[in-house]
């Protein structure tokens, strides 16, 4: 079954003890991205990766970190999680665009909610 | 800067009521159209999009939204709710063959049963 897997689902820390969440895709998509959630301001984009090794920052990339290693996973990191990034978090991939005909679905995956105490 | 506006934060409805949602965007070329929706607890799930051709577009579970350029608009319609219509409703735009996705900041739908 094709989709996009986050873990963990649920997680609760406290200020300052790093943490990574991470996303896996299982339809060879090249790019792969990071939303946080939140109430009346929808779906902002952290971080972004167009494929292995390129990654770029989004609208709201401070206080995370990215990698994308290998072209299924692209893990969230918060090296000194925050208060302010209490919030659902959703992982998003879909092929890279090849050429303006091409049309790209975009699949989201589960949602990790994440409390930052 | 280019964006994307969804008129209506909050919307209350009757079953069978028809639905209309509002969603405008700011940028003048060429763009790809979404809505996605968001049912309690959920992830977002693909409703319909728009790419080319016909500018009234038929998505899942009745819906359709109509694409009017002179407009930058893309409207989500529905003839008459129900229940499960119960969501949140999320307008994104693809702008100048850029990868981004940028999404509307959504519209709560609630159907009174």
């Known amino acids: 079954e094709a989709q996009v897997t986050q873990n963990p689902r649920y997680l609760i820390t406290v200020t300052g003890k790093k943490l990574t969440v991470t996303c896996s895709q299982n339809m060879n998509h090249e790019y ?17 990766s167009m494929n292995v090794e390129v990654t770029d920052k989004g609208d709201v990339p401070e206080g995370y970190k990215v990698s994308r290693k290998e072209k299924r996973n692209f893990p969230l990191i918060l090296e ?9 978090y959703f992982c998003a991939s879909r092929r890279g665009l090849a050429g303006w005909s091409s049309y790209n679905e975009q699949f989201f995956g589960p949602g990790t909610r994440l409390t930052v105490l | 800067a280019q964006s994307v506006s969804q008129h209506n934060h909050h919307v209350i409805l009757s079953e069978a009521a028809s639905l209309e949602l509002g969603c405008n965007y700011s940028y003048g070329g060429t763009v790809n159209l979404f809505w996605y929706v968001q049912y309690p ?10 790419f080319s051709g016909d500018p ?6 009745g819906f359709e939204a109509e694409f009017i350029k002179s407009k ?42």
């Not at chain 2, 009234?56 to 579970?61: F, N, Q, R, Y």
């Open chain 1, 32 to 48: 792969m991205s990071w939303y946080r959630q939140d109430p009346g301001l929808g779906l902002r984009q952290i971080y972004y």
């Open chain 1, 80 to 88: 000194s999680p925050s208060p302010n990034q209490t919030s659902l």
């Open chain 2, 41 to 50: 607890g959920q992830h977002l799930q693909l409703l319909l999009k728009y």
């Open chain 2, 56 to 61: 009234l577009v038929k998505g899942i579970k």
């Open chain 2, 72 to 113: 930058f608009s893309f409207n989500l319609r529905k003839p008459s709710v129900q229940w499960s219509d119960t969501a949140e409703y999320f307008c994104a735009v693809i702008m100048n063959r850029d990868d981004k996705i940028i999404f509307g900041k959504g519209t709560r739908l609630h159907i009174l049963p």
